[in-house]
């Protein structure tokens, strides 16, 4: 080897290509998250974002949180029950999809259910029946359907306040 092929490798090694890619592990249609105690709160923040694709990638992140059942008790303390009622009214489909599919992962757990009832989103989510995407519809069905498995939820699903905006639901048809 000469010394001009060693100085041009030396050149070559002395100058670090940066890639405009991202890397493979970054999953890009999830939101990054927080570590620690500071995670759920930073997603229950993102989820109130101006920023469509934030609120999309941050649902895609807490409906895989939300499987882990030792986290849902911290996602409810946190409010995000609140957030995502607020969410099934957004102008975006794939955020009430993910929205509706998140209040179902929820209303797995008996903690998440009484989270749901508590939080009133029965009478939002049957709002969510007329929806123009059959997920959302579906997602909202299910939430339904598991809430009123449960002696309260079926008490709720069967009041005269549901069944009053039942009951508008029709004549309006």
Do not use: W
């Amino acid at each position: 080897m000469g010394s001009s092929t060693v100085d041009k490798c030396e050149a070559i090694m002395a100058f670090p290509r940066l890639s405009q890619q991202m890397p493979p592990t970054v999953e890009q249609d999830k939101a990054p998250l927080a570590y620690g105690q500071r995670a759920i709160p930073k997603l229950n923040e993102d989820l109130l974002s101006t920023d469509v694709k934030l609120r999309q990638q941050t649902l895609r992140s807490l409906c895989d949180m939300l499987h882990d059942h030792q986290l849902v008790t911290q996602v409810i303390k946190e409010g995000c029950v609140e957030n995502l009622k607020y969410l099934l009214l957004d102008s975006d489909a794939v955020v009430r999809e993910k929205t509706t599919e998140a209040f179902a992962i929820l209303a797995l757990s008996y903690i998440g259910s009484m989270a749901c009832l508590k939080g009133d989103v029965i009478i939002p989510l049957s709002h969510i029946f007329e929806d123009d995407f059959t997920a959302c519809r579906q997602n909202a069905h299910v939430v339904i359907e598991r809430l009123s498995k449960t002696p309260q939820g079926a008490f709720v699903t069967c009041s005269r306040e549901t069944q009053n905006h039942a009951e508008k639901k029709m004549e309006q048809h």
